[in-house]
């Protein structure tokens, strides 16, 4: 099964996060910085991507260096505890979801992005 999220453009998905992390009294700039750690995309190309047509597959698919930490994160975000999600594409999609929730929960960069596990 072909989930909608995967044909849906990127660059709509990125401004919801950051819609929903100003919200919250966070900033773009620290939505980016997740974005970073976990793709290995720089400001640049996430801008780029951000302007086009990329879709959430591709985004994930083309993504620069996939960050080896991510498997550190766990928890349950709409629901669905992210490290149980078998799907991998579906998996990376949580992964980021719960990484901005933590965000916008106000949790601490250095929590969010694992630095401990460094």
């Excluded at 919250?24 to 996430?46: C, F, H, M, P, S």
């Excluded at 999600?85 to 929730?101: A, C, F, G, S």
Aim: aromatic residues 8%.
């Amino acid at each position: 099964m072909t989930h909608r999220i995967y044909s849906m453009r990127f660059g709509g998905v990125y401004d919801a996060y950051i819609a929903k992390a100003e919200r919250k009294g966070r900033t773009r700039a620290e939505v980016d910085e997740i974005l970073a750690w976990l793709t290995g995309y720089g400001a640049e190309q996430l801008a780029a991507i951000h302007e086009g047509d990329t879709t959430v597959e591709a985004f994930f698919d083309q993504a620069p260096t996939m960050n080896p930490n991510r498997e550190l994160i766990k928890g349950v975000v709409c629901g669905v505890r992210v490290e149980n999600v078998e799907e991998p594409l579906m998996r990376e999609i949580r992964y980021l979801d719960k990484l901005i929730d933590e965000l916008a929960k106000g949790k601490a960069m250095e929590k969010i992005l694992r630095a401990s596990a460094l």
